[in-house]
């Protein structure tokens, strides 16, 4: 167990909905990343927050947006879903000063049908 | 940006063999760069990770060496065991303006046959 948790475990919706994921970091870390993972795209960084200011942005798709509260847990928002955001989002934080090290969440998957 | 390719995408071994897998990297800024073992339906974990600064870490079984002149780097797992099967990725991470970004590479799956 990595100390960072994500909700929903699963998520299964249909196409054009709009879903919200929702991670929280370790206790004492600042950062936030969000992550997509399918099978022909690999493992893709989608957005960095950083105490409640975002910092980096990946290959995110305009239909997603993200913030972090200042309880630093954060939400990803997918809308308009289509059959191709079928995929497996996770989210890691990383230890004040050091960046690098991630640690990740459990994942949610979710399914548009 | 940076680009990472990762071989080979499978790897069969015999339980007691070693398995090598090879990683190259584009970007000459990058400086760190970790290790993931991801097994079926579970998050990825970090394994190994090794500075620019570094050409060599081991942890018991598990070693990664780094050549930053050829900018590519290799996970070394000797006397694999079943439990070693798993997908592993390789990253390559840049520091730029605060935010350290992996790039991944597309992932080993590596199975140990007992």
């Not at chain 1, 847990?73 to 289509?82: A, D, G, I, K």
């Not at chain 1, 191709?84 to 090290?101: H, K, Q, T």
């Not at chain 2, 398995?19 to 000459?28: E, G, M, Q, R």
Request: aromatic share 10%.
């Amino acid at each position: 167990d990595s100390g960072v948790t994500q909700t929903p475990k699963h998520l299964i919706t249909a196409t054009g909905q709009r879903v919200t994921l929702r991670c929280s970091p370790r206790s004492g870390d600042l950062s936030v990343y969000w992550y997509q993972q399918s099978l022909d795209q690999g493992l893709q960084f989608l957005i960095h927050y950083y105490n409640g200011e975002e910092r980096a942005k990946g290959n995110i798709l305009e239909r997603f947006s993200a913030q972090q509260f200042p309880d630093l847990h954060s939400e990803l928002n997918l809308s308009s879903l289509e059959l191709g955001d079928s995929a497996l989002y996770f989210c890691a934080s990383s230890v004040e000063g050091r960046p690098n090290e991630q640690f990740f969440g459990p994942g949610t998957r979710l399914t548009v049908l | 940006g940076e680009n990472v390719e990762q071989h080979p995408s499978t790897l069969s071994v015999q339980e007691g063999d070693s398995a090598v897998i090879k990683c190259t990297y584009s970007d000459s800024a990058s400086n760190y760069f970790p290790w993931y073992k991801q097994e079926l339906g579970k998050r990825p974990q970090l394994i190994i990770d090794i500075r620019s600064n570094v050409g060599e870490k081991k942890d018991q079984r598990i070693a990664v060496t780094l050549n930053k002149t050829a900018k590519h780097f290799s996970l070394h797992i000797t006397e694999t065991q079943p439990e070693d099967s798993a997908v592993y990725f390789c990253a390559a991470t840049p520091s730029s303006g605060g935010s350290y970004i992996p790039t991944f590479g597309r992932g080993t799956s590596l199975i140990v046959h007992p």
